[in-house]
């Protein structure tokens, strides 16, 4: 009687087979690596939701420091060309109109504390409006840059319109 091999004529994909597989292991190291692999996609997962946070966290106070830039702009412009109250350029920088709607909410949570309004040199040839936006603080999506963006000073000149006036 001959004695045969484990996998000795049985074709090419048990021999593979055969040769692949330890001896008693019962597929149990397939299953380690498919939790190896699981493990692995936590990690990454985890770190790709991280930074995916980080970015919309940067964009976000990207998009804020232009729209309170340009919210002060618009005021300073206003003031410029028609004058008026520093509760009226206030108005404007909070609401977009010199007079809001009954129950409008500002726009971007400024408070009417935080907006202040300057005249400078009034009535020389370099008479302008100082319009700032003060003490502006940025909410983020996540801890990591939470407390670390400081309250912010929006600010913007221009020189009033003399409306064909001259000297």
Excluded: W
């Excluded at 998009?63 to 109250?85: I, P, Q, Y």
């Amino acid at each position: 009687m001959r004695q045969e091999r484990v996998g000795e004529g049985l074709g090419p994909q048990m021999n593979a087979r055969c040769i692949l597989s330890r001896p008693g292991s019962n597929g149990a190291g397939r299953s380690r690596r498919r939790g190896a692999a699981m493990v692995e996609g936590a990690i990454v997962a985890g770190m790709f939701l991280t930074f995916l946070v980080g970015v919309m966290d940067v964009a976000q106070v990207l998009f804020l420091d232009h729209l309170l830039t340009e919210r002060v702009r618009v005021g300073a412009r206003h003031a410029a060309l028609h004058g008026g109250t520093a509760q009226t350029i206030a108005n404007v920088v909070r609401f977009n109109a010199s007079v809001p709607r009954d129950g409008a909410q500002p726009m971007l949570g400024v408070e009417a504390g935080m907006v202040s309004v300057v005249r400078l040199d009034a009535d020389t040839p370099s008479d302008r409006y100082l319009v700032s936006i003060t003490a502006y603080r940025t909410r983020t999506f996540s801890p990591l840059f939470y407390g670390r963006i400081g309250p912010k000073t929006f600010q913007a000149t221009a020189p009033v319109e003399s409306m064909g006036q001259t000297d």
